[in-house]
Each structure stands twice: as structure tokens, then as C-alpha cells.
């Protein structure tokens, strides 16, 4: 017999599940449009995680981040820089506005039934939007950090009383392109805001040629020499010379420059004139023997000989007329060095017009120190790119090729003294000397000028020196010998 109180029970018991279930469901989905009002696990905003929370929030996590200032490393020194000084911006509407849409974007009841299920959404990142000034970067970098905290390079310094110098100090210079890179990546890092910016080492600087003038100075003040003493010096790189004249040990004025005898080294200019006019030719083996025993062994009948190519009475004036057109105008060969030659014209120069200063300069022949050394640099200057005065005054009856050859020639001029002695040994050293001694044997000129060919630089050094009773070979000798050195020092500084 069936109880009829079953069909009652099951309603009740129906009607209770129903409920059960609807009071599930109305709570889960409280609990689901709780959970949608916020950030689902998992979502970044520009690398900062939101998952959890609601938009205002997010909003001031991400703004936090970005806001913090990036550490900079630079050396020793340790700098915090402010995003906001360099101009960087974030976006964070935009970006808000984006996790907004990817919270709300989808189906409600798609995700409400991933919610029941427990199925979390796949994670979401939002990418950081955000602005740079490089113009305020770069502006902060140069007045701000480079200003004050690169160290420049100091030069070396000649030592006082000596032919050396002091090593210089390399310098530090922020390298700015790279700096700028960095920082942008730290500033756009939720995490690593630290930067260890680069510099770049810079050499030492060469000391002002001034610094090298005053050295120069003070080697012949301490060598005690009180004759006359010109010397010129051309940095064959740059273009820049010193040019001075000491008269007793007091500077005397170079405008214009002193005349002195021009003994042995006129043979340079022999040789300038007896290419120009030479020929197409190859010179032949006679020739060049010729020249060597002029430039080598500095003797003077083979100096004739080439003269008398040119012209059997007037060689030496043709000499002079191709130094004249130059713009050599204090050079002039006025006879030949045989004994008894007869003076074929008298030369008023501006050099040998001064009265404030007096060398007795030969009536044969004169130069001073900046027109040989105008002259080298006309050698060099056409050996090397086959330019120059040399090329522009005589395009026709000269080339590279024979300048070339007139450097070959000059170095082969080996004695071991004056500039050669300071220099290293191998050093390439074109150049000619010269002295000249009275009836007595007493010498009153010293000279020689010279190209030297160095690691730091080549350059053109010539000096000329007079003294009125005599111009003692040691002590003279010593000081070109010095003056050379601290030249060649000057060119090629110690590193520390």
C-alpha cells in the first residue's frame, strides 16, 4: 500500500534543491560581477601586475612604478633622475582604457560559466604607452651629468730645465647616444631602473706649442749661449709654427727675420735649382754622386759643379732668382765657394737690413731661419702629395717623384750631431748642416735645418747660431742637440 505522503515529500524536497540552487547561483553571480568589477588574475598594465583590482587602483600602482626614479651609475658617482624632468610621460588613460575592454570585452555569461567551472581567463597584458622628450634627455645628460661629472684630458708639461716632458692624464667623456639608449630602456622597466652609463677615455692632449716656445727658450737660457740664435719650427700636420730670434739671451722681433749666413745648408737650395732645371732626365749616376758628396760630405766643388750646369758664370745667381721665386726673398747665393770667386751681385735683403741686430752675414750667401724652412716644407709638401710651392712655382720642370729624390738625398746627410743627435736612433732625419770657420779656425756659425719623420707628427726644424768671438762646438753642439729633443719629445709625448 502506497504512502501518500511521498508525492508531498518529493515536492518539498524538489522545491528545496530549486531553492538551494537558486541561492547558489544569485551568490555566484554576486561573487562573479564582484570579481568582474575588478582586473582578472593575471593582467599587467605595462609590466606592473593588476590582477584583483579595481581601475583607480591600477591606475596608481602603474603611475607609482613609472614614477620612481631611475638610478644612474656614471663612474663613482651615483644619480637619481627624476622621469618626469626628461620629459617622460605615461599614458595611463589609454592604457586603462584598454584593460577595461579586456575585462568587459568578452560574453557575461561565457564568463560566468568559466567562473563555475573555475576556469580562469587567459592573462592579459596590457603594453606600456608612453612618451620621451630625447631633446630634454639629451639636454639633461650634457648640462647635467657630462657638465659635471666628465673629466678632461690634461695635457703633458714640459719639465722645467729639461728636454721632457710630464705624462698627461687621460680625460672621461660621457657617451651621451648611449646614455640616452639606456635610460630610455630603464625608464620604460617596470623592474630594472638602474643604469650603469659608459664613458669613453680620451688621450692625453698635446700642451699648447706655447708650452714647447717657452721650453725652447729656457734650454738656451740655461745653456748660457749669449750669441745670436734664430730658430723656426712647422708642425707639418697642422700647420702651426714657433718662430723666435734671441739676441744675448733677449728676444728680438722675427718681422723681419735675421739674417745669418747660410753656409752649408745653401746646398739645399743648389739642389732645389739643379732639379728645376735639370730636365725630364733621370739624373745619372755621376750626377747623384755629385749631389751626395755635396749633401753628404758637404763639399763644396761639387756644389760649383752643379752650379755650372746651370749656367757657367751666373749658376749661383740662377739659385737665388728660383728662391726669389719662391717668395724666398732673404736667400741668395751671390758667387761661387771656390777660393778667389768673384761676388756677382750684392743682395740688400729685408733681413740683412737690420740695424738692431748684426750675425756679419757672408755677402756670398744668406738665408734665415724661416725661409730654409719654408723651403723644406716645400720639399715635403711636394714629395708627399706632389703639391706645394715648389709644384706651383716650376709645374712644368718639377714632380713628386723628384721631390722624393731630393729627400733621399738629404737624409743621406748622417753626422750623428746638432738636430740628428736628439732623436732616437732610426729616426729619419732629411736635413743639412752647416759651421763655418774663420782664417783662425774659429767658428762663429752653427746651423742646421732639417725634416724629421716621427711617429707623433713629422715636422721642419731649423736653427741658426752666431756668436761674435766664437761659437765653442760642444757646448753649441749640445744645445741643438737639446733643442731637437725636446722637439721630438714635444711630438711624441710619454704615455703613463
Known amino acids: 500500500m502506497r504512502n501518500r505522503n511521498t508525492p508531498f515529500f518529493l515536492r518539498w524536497l ?8 537558486l541561492v547558489l547561483t544569485i551568490t555566484q553571480l554576486i ?14 598594465i605595462a609590466g606592473v601586475p593588476v590582477g584583483g583590482v579595481d581601475p583607480q587602483t591600477a591606475s596608481q600602482r602603474v603611475l607609482q612604478v613609472y614614477s620612481m626614479p631611475v638610478e644612474l651609475q656614471y663612474a663613482d658617482a651615483v ?67 657630462a657638465a659635471r661629472y666628465d673629466q678632461p684630458a690634461t695635457p703633458a708639461q714640459p719639465v722645467p730645465g729639461s728636454t721632457t716632458f710630464t705624462p698627461g692624464r ?34 692625453p692632449t698635446r700642451p699648447p706649442l706655447e708650452n714647447l716656445e717657452t721650453l725652447l727658450k729656457q734650454i738656451i737660457t740655461v745653456d748660457g749661449f749669449d750669441g ?3 730658430l723656426y719650427l712647422l708642425d707639418l700636420q697642422t700647420g702651426q709654427e714657433i718662430h723666435f730670434a734671441l739676441n744675448g739671451g733677449q728676444e728680438i722681433s722675427v718681422q723681419p727675420d735675421v739674417a745669418f749666413t747660410a753656409s752649408s745648408t745653401v746646398k739645399i737650395p743648389i739642389m732645389v735649382s739643379y732639379f728645376i732645371h735639370q730636365g725630364k732626365e733621370a739624373i745619372d749616376e755621376q750626377t747623384s754622386e755629385l749631389i751626395l758628396d755635396m749633401i753628404r760630405k758637404s763639399e763644396n ?39 778667389g770667386a768673384p761676388l756677382l751681385a750684392t743682395y740688400r735683403t729685408p733681413a740683412n737690413q737690420r740695424t738692431d741686430v748684426d750675425t756679419d752675414p757672408d755677402r756670398y750667401n744668406q738665408t734665415t ?73 774659429v767658428i762663429h756659425n752653427v746651423s742646421d ?34 733643442l731637437s729633443q725636446a722637439v721630438y719629445n714635444y711630438f711624441n709625448l710619454p704615455s703613463r
Open 79 to 145: 644619480i637619481h633622475i627624476d622621469p618626469a624632468v626628461v620629459g617622460f610621460s605615461v599614458d595611463i588613460e589609454s592604457m586603462i582604457a584598454a584593460a577595461d575592454l579586456a575585462r568587459t570585452g568578452g560574453s557575461f555569461w561565457g564568463g560566468f560559466w568559466d567562473y563555475l567551472w573555475n576556469r580562469d581567463p587567459a592573462p592579459v597584458a596590457i603594453p606600456l604607452r608612453a612618451t620621451l622628450s630625447e631633446e630634454r634627455l639629451r639636454a639633461y645628460l650634457e648640462n647635467e651629468i
Open 369 to 441: 731661419p724661416s725661409d730654409m724652412g719654408m723651403l723644406l716644407e716645400d720639399i715635403y709638401q711636394c714629395a708627399q702629395s706632389g703639391g706645394g710651392a715648389l709644384i706651383a712655382a716650376f709645374p712644368e720642370q718639377l714632380s713628386q717623384e723628384k721631390c722624393q729624390q731630393m729627400i733621399n738625398f738629404l737624409v743621406q746627410d748622417k753626422i750623428g750631431v746638432l738636430i740628428e743627435a736628439g732623436v732616437p736612433e732610426g729616426t729619419q732625419v732629411a736635413h743639412k748642416h752647416g759651421w763655418v770657420s774663420d782664417v783662425f779656425g
Open 449 to 482: 735645418a732639417a725634416i724629421v719623420y716621427t711617429p707623433g707628427g713629422n715636422y721642419v726644424l731649423t736653427i741658426y747660431a752666431y756668436h761674435p768671438v766664437q761659437a765653442l762646438w760642444d757646448p753649441v753642439s749640445t744645445m741643438f742637440a737639446e
Open 301 to 339: 766643388p761639387p756644389a760649383d759643379l752643379l752650379m755650372q750646369q746651370l749656367d757657367e758664370v751666373r749658376g749661383p745667381l740662377i739659385v737665388t732668382e728660383d728662391m726669389q721665386a719662391l717668395g724666398l726673398e732673404n736667400t741668395f747665393l751671390a758667387g761661387y765657394f771656390y777660393e
Open 14 to 21: 524538489s522545491l528545496l534543491f530549486i531553492s538551494a540552487a
Open 170 to 203: 687621460p680625460g672621461q667623456e660621457l657617451d651621451i647616444d648611449r646614455a640616452v639608449i639606456l635610460i630610455e630602456d630603464a625608464l620604460r622597466s617596470p623592474t630594472n631602473r638602474r643604469v650603469s652609463l659608459s664613458y669613453q677615455r680620451t688621450p
Open 31 to 44: 561573487a562573479y560581477s564582484r570579481q568582474r568589477a575588478t582586473y582578472p588574475a593575471g593582467m599587467t
Open 228 to 230: 745670436v740664435i734664430g
